[in-house]
């Protein structure tokens, strides 16, 4: 398996049987491809067994939970009576809370529509298909663009006090900045830091904003969605 | 990979997925094992258990239904299953006491269960079949279970009038009233009348700045129950409540209301020949005191008097307490005043008196320099001079404390609803109240009550003023509140409102210039409107003589000697008394008696000794009724009965006293008609001899 | 009397008539028959026959995926047994709420397992997602797959939206009530849309009856319709993404030549005739 010999390089023809190598053609090359036979089973009974597993367990623990955790339910709906704060459902809730900074046409429609369509293209416009770490080259140029990047998002943030966006934003762009001014043999957060690719630091940055947001909004917004420490 | 391995499957996932199933299927049984041991099953098992050791348990097993038993009212909007659990609830003979909850019966009321449901009048939450959610306030249902001393308050939620089972409900409505909630508040069923404290607009002419300091500051040791000046304060509940005002308000109030200061309406003047007619200052005063107790001026003005050490307050509580009235007022307002009340004050309960200056001279010297007190503005600290900014900041605070909603201000609108409003008050739910950091139950009824007894509980910055009831009035006052759940949103409801009767006996002409005048209705009641302190006059016109009335008018005798109230001199001239007496004999009639159908002239004397013996032997109508100087004093004095009342309304008295007048202590007695005629022929023959020398009017037909 | 062992009992069953009538495969004993009990059968035959041990792994996926599609059945199931009882009307809504805690046996389970169920799919699909894009699962040929993925996403998020009003308590409405404001927000057709969707201009009956037919035929539907095809393309795309993305360094896959800039990538065939 490890001989040179044993390579094939070509256009497959059965492209969705095994695509799962990648091959990198060049114009004055041909490709060459290190094959692999992967360990397989039979879906019956290993998948099916398992999924049939995963699914008593999943729903056990689904079950002992809805035994213990009752639905929430209030009073009947009253249209004149409006609770103070009034809280969409938690998943929408960062939403909500970015709705309290920016104007409801920027926060309401503009960024979600933003992140839905970057969702929807990432596959198609993820350039850095080796995943190369964001400060491997063009390191200088890129901590410009970088750092143009954050503060012109913290300024944004900044003026509308969305102290929630502005926090895991500083701290992301600083262990981005620690991760481009590590020594090579740092420890192993800093080694794992400085082997991530942009794409890595942009979703990780976007998932912590969210969560952050999201937990902010659920637990400490009461009246007129002031701050308000929970279980108060 | 071996193709023949490729389907082996190893031992270990084997006994997961077989240890996953069991734990699958168990998990899955607990929901329905659950439902199996329910609360409420548990209770009806007891329930049967219970039955079995009583007398009748046959019938009751046989009125038992097992399962989840519910009264399913849609037009009330009611499904209660209260009765899955309170099983014994509509069986009589699980009444008694030594029944244990929850099966014990529900007491007699009107209102049958199956018609009614149980949640409409108790509250809580009728679809609940947990004992917990059931009761208790839940985040699903925020109107829990009225604690029972309030539960008249659900009777008033359709009954606006007051009913005999109602006691506490119309006692709070009452406190409502008289503590002129409505000042601040809206409160449905209580109409605002246009003033409810004193006119200010010229206070400046009636008391001094010092005075109204002393007033502000420390209103409750100078005020009495109907918001005047008392020193000592020996009514506990002043109508004006306690305000919360810093120094510095206290200094620039006093100063607006004193600069509010212009020439009194009606003259002050007294004729010059009349002042110098009096030989001595001790025989005009004590002629004063002498007019002041015939003219009955503690009917509705209290005094303090000192007994043994203890001071009591004697007088009625209609007008304000006048033990230091000297210290109080100007000397020039008074006598303006008295002259005439509503010149000063449009809307003044006082009763305009037809005053000879005489009198009006010798009264008000007595009370000048009778009821006075030298250390009475003692305490109050040098004001100096008013300035112009104390005046205006002064006038600022007048409209920010929200005085405008009882005192009337020219210049200065009036305000309704300074406060919240109170229509639903008794509807509201949990989370439309705000508790600040009382430590109470987060329920209505808690915060109702802690709002009434300490506004600043519940509210830090609350501006309603501070209250003193006692627990009974507390409870009342709740249960008042509570009965205000705003109009039913089921039109089910909606129908079966008993509107209060509010009516306002309001004659016109002659007579109803006398009326407004001489406040007729500050203590009778006509109609159902008016005071209570009088006898009702609905139907005086069926009762008593014309002739009679004109007497009594011009000079008014008890005719119950042991009340101390009485009816005052007014000094009605006679063109007045006749106008009264036409209008209370042609108006106030009962239409179920007719005068004309007894004549006095058929009684043969025989009925009459008859009836002196019905009197006096069978039926001992001399415990309760004096003739002459005999007799009880629980009833009117029947000396003069011949003249004052019509023969048909003695017999009808005598048929049915609570017909005529619901609730009078008179016995109903089942006399036959000859019983009946004989009586009133005897009664009839009780004329005293004619005293004020009051000689027949022309136009008097008998 | 000697009874049959467990192998001679389910021998004889196998054997029986009806038995062999409804599976006519026999024991799944050889991977020919294996093969037939996945792609014999109209649901399994979705599944490729064999798979990669790899892929299996609980690290490589968590089955977080399986998962989604397990709270997916879970909520059918309750949701159909809550149709039962529910009626889209207000306030009849809010009293069959109250029924289901109160009268109904197994209801306060059914509707805490149905409300659990929403919520955890919504945790879990965003935790999928974001599973996939860190082990560069959405890579050619996934591209589509992944669409498919932010696609159901979002239909989880509007499947769990719609079914927050239909208790009609205050929670669901002024929670649709503060949604629905932001949607009046878009420009142009913003009121338009929420007029739409709401039958009015507030949250009534009208709403509520469309909520309900959103929640329970419409989005269940085309989440049915894009589980089908989503998983379809799993196994058309060469089935799990087992992570090259994550452990580079232990890529025993690709041996290049010099790489240039214009590098394009394609699958290819790896069958090596052995």
Known sequence: MSEKSNYEAGFGSDAVKDPQRIVFITKKTSAQVKGVKPRQLMSYPHLVLREVIVFEIFTVALVIVALFWDAPLKQLADPLLTPNPAKAP??????????????????????????????????????????????????????????????????????????????????????????????????????????????????????????????????????????????? | MPAEQMGQVPKRLRVIYAVSTVIFVAVLAISPIRDHFAVWK?????????????????????????????????????????????????????????????????????????????VVCHRGQGLATTVREAHETTLAWEKPLLPIRYIQASCGGCHQNSLQQTPRLDRGRELLVKYNCEGCHRIPGIVRPAMLGPDLSNIGAEVSRAWIYKWLKEGRTVLDSSGDVVVDGYEMHPRMPRFRFKKGEVRDLSAFLSSLNSP???SSKIDPAVVAAWPNRAALLSYGQLRFRQMFCTDCHALAV??????????????????????????????????????????????????????????????LNTFTDPKLLGDVPKLGPTTASEVKQGRKLFVAKGCRSCHVMQGIPPQKDFGPDLSKEGAKTVSELFFANAKIPHTLTAYLRAKITNPLSVDPKGRMPQYHFGSADLNAITTALLSLTGTPTNPGFALLTVPARRAKFDPAGEFGRIYHRFKCFDCHRIDGYGGTLAPDLSFEGSRAQRAWLVSFLHNPQTLRPTLTVRMPQFNFTDQQANAIANYVDMVLQNPSINRAAVNPESFAPEMASFGKELYFVKYECQSCHTIGAKGGYVGPSLTNVGNWMNAAWIEAWLKDPQA???????????????????LTAYLLTLKQKSSGGVAPLPGDAK | MTYPSREQWLERLRNNRVWKSIFRRGPARTNRTRSLAIFGNVFLHILPVKVREKSLRVRATYYLGPFAFFLFVVLTVTGILLMLYYHPAAPQAYYDMKDLRFVVSNGVLLRNLHRLAAQAMVVVVFWHMYHVFYRGGYRPPRQFN???????????????????????????????????????????????????????????GNALLRFYVLHCVILPLLAAWLIVVHFWRIRKDGGLSTGENEKREERESIETTQVEQEAVTVGVNDERKE
């Open chain 2, 306 to 367: 000192v007994r043994l050490g203890q001071t009591e307050l004697i007088g009625g509580d209609m007008g304000p307490e006048l033990t230091k009235v000297g210290s109080k007022v100007n000397p020039d307002w008074l006598v303006s005043w008295l002259r005439n009340p509503q010149a000063y004050l449009p809307h003044a309960l006082m009763p305009r008196y037809n005053w000879s200056d005489k009198d009006l001279y010798a009264v008000t010297q007595y009370m």
């Open chain 3, 146 to 204: 992944w669409v498919v993925g932010v696609g159901l996403l979002l239909l989880t998020l509007f499947l769990s939206y719609t079914g927050y009003l239909l208790p009609w308590d205050q929670l669901a409405f002024w929670a649709i009530t503060v949604g629905t404001n932001i949607i009046g927000y878009v420009p142009f057709i913003g009121h338009r849309v929420r007029f739409l969707l709401l039958g009015g201009n507030i949250i009534g």
């Open chain 2, 42 to 118: 548990r209770y009806q098992k007891r329930y049967v258990e219970f039955v079995g050791t009583r007398a009748n348990s046959r019938a009751l097993k046989a009125d038992f239904q097992g399962g989840i038993n519910q009264i399913w009212l849609p037009k009330l909007n009611v499904t209660d299953r209260c009765t899955t659990c309170h099983l014994g609830i509509s069986e009589a003979s699980l009444l008694d006491g030594s029944v244990p909850q929850p099966f014990r019966a529900h007491p007699p009321i009107p209102h049958h269960i199956e018609a009614w449901g149980c």
């Open chain 2, 660 to 678: 005529l007048i619901p609730g009078t202590i008179e016995p109903h007695r089942d006399f036959t008609q000859p019983q009946i005629q004989a």
């Open chain 2, 264 to 266: 009194l309406a009606e």
């Open chain 1, 90 to 232: 938690w998943y929408f809730l960062g939403l909500q809370e970015l709705l309290h900074y920016l104007p409801p046409v920027v926060a309401g429609v503009l960024i979600p529509t933003l992140v839905i369509v970057a969702l929807v293209v990432i596959p198609y416009f993820d350039v850095n298909i080796k995943g190369e770490p964001l400060w491997a080259s063009n390191r200088q140029r890129r901590l410009m663009v970088f750092l143009g990047v954050v503060a012109a998002l913290l300024f944004v943030f900044g003026i509308h006090e969305a102290f929630d966006v502005v926090i895991p934003t500083i701290i992301f762009a600083s262990l981005s900045v620690a991760a481009y001014f590590a020594p090579p043999r740092g420890g192993r957060l800093i080694r794992y830091l400085s082997g991530r690719p942009l794409s890595w630091w942009v979703m990780s940055w976007f998932i912590a904003v969210s969560l952050t947001l999201t937990l902010v909004g659920t637990f400490l917004r009461g009246p007129g969605w002031s701050l308000v420490w929970p279980g108060r």
